[in-house]
């Protein structure tokens, strides 16, 4: 049982490029979420999912798109990446509905865009 | 606007001492809370949750908090703190789908 894992570990982007965040749980959990981490601002939420095929918005959705294809995957997309995105990025995922579930967390992908 | 303060960016206590790290709330309707602590280069683990009943809830090791609703507080404290306890630490309310999470306080605990 791993848990919730993301892939890549580290990534180094020039200005414009684009790539593809996974995050893959094994929990059977319905909920999974992609947040940001960055000095001083604790966690933002950039975009969650309920269940497989739904995504919504969260509080920084810009620049970012997902995709929740299957159950235990929340993919998160940068078209076009910029030096703003910048950050440390954590995916979770939690079980059921009923939000007084705590959530588990990935160990984190750390993206330097140049 | 909905928001969660932790209004010290670091807290620091001699080990041995009991400890306390604060959180306060401004959410509509009756939030669940809970405290997450991030050691370095890692994700963010659970510690504890308020839902209801007690005031004050216990969690892993050796943590507890307590549920203030006239204040809107969530404090998070320690009767003897361990060097082992230094770390990043995280309040979070959550309602309906939404989650906010404080902006984290350091806790050092000095051997």
């Known amino acids: 049982n791993a848990g919730v894992t993301q892939t890549p570990k580290f990534r180094v982007l020039k200005t414009g490029q684009s790539m593809t965040l996974l995050c893959a749980q094994d929990?059977?959990?319905?909920?999974m979420y992609w947040y940001r981490q960055d000095p001083g601002m604790g966690l933002r939420l950039i975009h969650y999912s309920v269940g497989e095929g739904t995504t919504a918005k969260g509080e920084v959705p810009d620049g970012y798109n997902v995709s929740r294809l299957k159950k235990q995957n929340f993919l998160l997309g940068l078209e076009s990446a910029a030096p703003s995105q910048t950050s440390v990025y954590f995916c979770?995922?939690?079980?059921?509905?009923?939000?007084?579930?705590?959530?588990?967390f990935g160990p984190g992908t750390r993206l330097t865009v140049t | 606007a909905q928001s969660v303060a932790q209004p010290e960016d670091q807290v620091n206590v001699a080990e041995g001492n009991p400890l306390t790290v604060k959180c306060t709330y401004s959410v509509s309707g009756n939030p669940y809370l809970f405290w997450y602590v991030q050691y370095p280069n890692r994700g963010l683990q659970f510690l504890l949750k308020?839902?209801?009943?007690?005031?004050l809830v216990k969690g892993s090791y050796g943590f507890e908090a307590e549920f203030n609703k006239s204040q809107t507080s969530f404090h998070l404290k320690k009767p003897s703190a361990l060097v082992s306890d230094s770390a990043l630490y995280f309040c979070?309310?959550?309602?309906?789908?939404?989650?906010?999470f404080g902006k984290g306080t350091r806790l050092h605990i000095l051997p």
């Open positions: 979770a995922s939690r079980n059921l509905q009923g939000s007084f579930h705590e959530q588990y």
């Open positions: 929990m059977n959990h319905e909920y």
């Open positions: 979070a309310a959550t309602w309906g789908d939404k989650i906010i």
């Open positions: 308020y839902i209801t009943g007690d005031n």
